[in-house]
């Protein structure tokens, strides 16, 4: 079944403690993306990539670090968690990035609390 | 910024079409219309797109107005699956151009 996995669905951590978020796709996908949603501010880009070793920012990068070493894994990082990156983490996936392949398709989302 | 206006809630009764709408008055020549909904707290599932002409595929239809200034998303027999958040999204094919989600339209389905 073509999807995108993530893992852990749901994290209590504490300040301070590095914590890693793995995202995975078996679509053979060269885009991926990861986004955070919180209440009324809707979903907002954290960091993509178009391709291995290709990686950049979003909107919203700071505290955040992502690596691109395979094709379908697209972890996030968290060196420092703090308090206000307590949100909805969800990995996006699309074939590409033009007309006709820039369908994006999500994971289940992490759901993060840090204390 | 949102491009789209899309209203906060919907109801519909179960079996009927549901039909949603959204204005984009600002769109460019190049940006596309897109449609997503997320079930309570799920990841977003893509629904449909399209650029000027109407476009229909299992999950819904798609109409855009001839100006292309707003269009409807159409769930021609709505069931209780259905009930979720829909989001009116507008973005042009080129290089990265993240999905950028509103409040969207909040759809409840009646039994």
């Known amino acids: 079944e073509a999807q995108v996995t993530q893992n852990p669905r749901y994290l209590i951590t504490v300040t301070g403690k590095k914590l890693t978020v793995t995202c995975s796709q078996n679509m053979n996908h060269e885009y991926m993306s990861w986004y955070r949603q919180d209440p009324g501010l809707g979903l907002r880009q954290i960091y993509y990539?178009?391709?291995?070793?290709?990686?950049d920012k979003g909107d919203v990068p700071e505290g955040y670090k992502v690596s691109r070493k395979e094709k379908r894994n697209f972890p996030l990082i968290l060196e420092s968690p703090s308090p206000n990156q307590t949100s909805l983490y969800f990995c996006?996936?699309?074939?590409?990035?033009?007309?006709?392949?820039?369908?994006?398709?999500f994971g289940p989302g992490t759901r993060l609390t840090v204390l | 910024d949102a491009k789209t206006t899309q209203p906060p809630s919907m109801d519909c009764a179960e079996g009927r079409a549901a039909n949603l709408p959204c204005n984009h008055s600002t769109i460019s020549g190049n940006e596309y219309v897109y449609w997503y909904r997320q079930i309570h707290s799920q990841g977003p599932q893509y629904i449909i797109h399209?650029?000027?002409n109407n476009e229909t595929n299992e999950m819904a239809s798609l109409i855009i107005t001839e100006d292309r200034k707003s269009s409807t998303l159409i769930l021609p027999h709505a069931t209780l699956r259905d009930t979720a958040v829909y989001y009116c999204i507008v973005r042009a094919h080129s290089g990265n151009t993240p999905l950028v989600f509103g409040k969207g339209t909040r759809l409840s389905v009646i039994a």
């Open positions: 996006a996936s699309s074939l590409g990035w033009d007309r006709g392949t820039d369908t994006q398709y």
């Open positions: 990539s178009m391709n291995v070793e290709v990686t």
């Open positions: 399209g650029l000027k």
